[in-house]
């Protein structure tokens, strides 16, 4: 995790998943606590996302958006982008394709 000017970016590597689920959560509520209001989550090194890991970033996406922040998510492979297509997480989930894009949205 790092920030670029006045955003908190998060690269999730190898799987998100119930394992490991909680440490992304707990890394980017701990920056909300700290003033934080915008992040973005780069999946470009991640392969995989089960149910639980969703879970999380709807989980987050409801607190960053509670706290008047704003959150967005770069690079899904084709994979992932399915299955945020598949469960309609695309709607609720502002998608760029590349870290850059995303930087540039907010």
């Known amino acids: 995790m790092h920030r670029e000017g006045e955003i908190t970016v998060v690269d ?4 998100l998943i119930v394992g490991n689920r909680q440490e992304l959560k707990q890394k980017v509520l701990d920056e909300l ?3 934080e209001r915008k992040f973005l989550i780069d999946f470009s090194q991640t ?12 989980s987050l996406s409801k607190k960053i958006r509670e706290q008047g922040g704003e959150l967005r998510l770069a690079n899904l ?4 982008k399915t299955l945020f297509e598949l469960t309609k ?3 609720l989930f502002q998608i760029a394709e590349t870290r850059e894009r995303a930087l540039d949205s907010f």
């Open 12 to 15: 999730v590597e190898g799987q």
């Open 33 to 35: 606590e700290r003033g």
């Open 47 to 58: 392969g995989y996302i089960d149910s639980s890991g969703l879970g999380v970033l709807v």
């Open 77 to 80: 492979n084709d994979d992932l």
């Open 89 to 91: 997480l695309d709607t």
